[in-house]
């Protein structure tokens, strides 16, 4: 078992141990959020004709070379109709967008550029020749690459996959987290508080976070401060792809997870991080499973989660991303950190005057949930700098929000 080991070296050994789920073939409807396990091709032209980009006239530019000019309308073309006439000179027909364009039409006149008098159209300027008309194909062609294996897949894409006929698509299975927490003081949301009990917040706001990956997170409730309870929670939850534990971990006289664990035949893999918050942090494989032991301060549960186990499930679901957004911005006060440690600082994003401005969310105490709740970034200052001055630019992680 390593201990005292670096934020950047945690990582690294966490990463190491991310195995892939298998892939799963779905419906492109029920692809949202999840990761793409095969490259995607065009399978068609898109779009498949030339067509309009507005509702107006066809013509010829010819025709149109000198203004005012008016031109004989002979019929009118609505989007999905084959229109079998040729357009001939001296003639518009009356076209609707999206509709193939007709032999001899190579310019679109939009109707508020015209005006039409019975069974004729007068224009009034001069017309370009393809002028308002989308070329087949114009969007992608027939054999382009559209996605690449390890896309998360958004909404424009189902659209994009439903354009082109794309019925199912192979994904990532989405991995199962089975999340409990451990302490005599617990007691679930809905339940009364004596003065000396805590809900249990520390299952639930992983549960969020684990769904936010798009992966299953199954809550197994609270397991008591008893090495018995905690060997049948463990092992209840080994049918799963990963187990999270909150609390237990550190020196307390109830905290037997990581002795339990060990009983269990499990490999610590490394315990302590030089980090704040979350120093406790320890990850572990029992039966080949990862096992994800946390801190139980809400905070420290939460940011842990954000540095080590969002990017572990990500690739476990062979994502080109990590799921995580890093910009650039002016820190807005002096922050003295300890050398020698990682700090990971909840910080308010704002932009001001075309600048990312980030601002502390106030005390930074790991039992501080709210400064989980007015955050919107993580500023990750590695343990070389004991110091940022004001006005200085440092990357700051953006919080999942979707």
């Known amino acids: 078992m390593i201990e005292d080991i ?3 070296e945690a990582l690294e050994l966490v990463l190491r141990h991310a195995r892939a789920v298998e892939y799963e073939e779905l419906s492109y409807r029920e692809a949202l959020h999840r990761v793409l396990r095969e490259d995607i091709q065009a399978m068609s032209f898109h779009p498949p004709t030339d067509n309009s980009a507005m509702d107006g006239w066809g013509v010829r530019a010819s025709d149109c070379s000198e203004s005012p000019v008016q031109l004989q309308v002979t019929g009118t073309i609505l989007a999905g109709e084959e229109w079998r006439g040729s357009l ?15 032999e001899g039409v190579d310019a679109i006149v939009p109707f508020e550029e015209g005006e039409e008098r019975g069974m004729n159209v007068m224009i009034s300027q001069r017309v370009n020749a393809g002028a308002h008309i989308r ?5 992608y062609k027939e054999g ?3 996605f690449e294996s390890g896309r998360y897949i958004t909404a424009p894409d189902i659209g994009v996959l439903a354009s082109m006929g794309k019925i199912t698509v192979k994904v990532s299975r989405r991995p199962v987290v089975s999340i409990f927490s451990t302490g005599n ?7 009364q508080t004596p003065g000396c009990k805590i809900r249990n917040s520390n299952s639930y706001g992983l549960e969020a976070q684990v ?9 197994l409730g609270i397991a008591k ?5 905690l060997k049948e929670y463990i092992i209840q939850a080994m049918d799963s792809d990963m187990l999270v534990i909150t609390g237990g971990i550190s020196k307390g006289t109830a905290d037997y997870v990581k002795e339990v664990m060990q009983e269990l035949g499990a490999h610590i893999v490394f315990s302590k991080v030089r980090q704040r918050p979350g120093k406790p942090f320890t990850f572990s494989l029992l039966r080949e499973k990862p096992v994800f032991l946390l801190p139980g301060n809400p905070v420290s549960t939460m940011v842990c989660f954000e540095l080590y186990m969002r990017p572990f499930i990500m690739k476990a679901m062979q994502s080109n991303t990590n799921n995580v957004l890093t910009v650039v911005a002016c820190i807005d006060e002096n922050i003295a950190t300890k050398k020698g440690r990682t700090d990971i600082l909840r910080v308010i994003m704002k932009e001001e005057q075309g600048k990312n401005i980030a601002s502390l969310t106030g005390a930074q105490g790991s039992g501080i949930l709210t400064s989980m709740v007015k955050a919107n970034g993580l500023l990750i200052i590695p343990e070389e700098v004991n ?10 992680r953006i919080l999942n929000t979707f």
């Open 6 to 8: 670096s934020y950047s």
């Open 88 to 102: 001939g000179s001296g003639q518009a027909v009356r076209i609707m967008t999206g509709a193939t364009i007709p």
């Open 135 to 139: 070329r087949k194909g114009e969007d």
């Open 144 to 146: 382009d690459l559209l």
């Open 185 to 191: 003081e617990l007691v679930e949301p809905e339940e």
């Open 211 to 219: 769904k936010s990956c798009g992966a299953v997170a199954r809550v």
């Open 225 to 229: 401060d008893e090495k018995n309870v």
């Open 387 to 396: 110091e940022i001055k004001k006005g200085e630019e440092w990357p700051v």
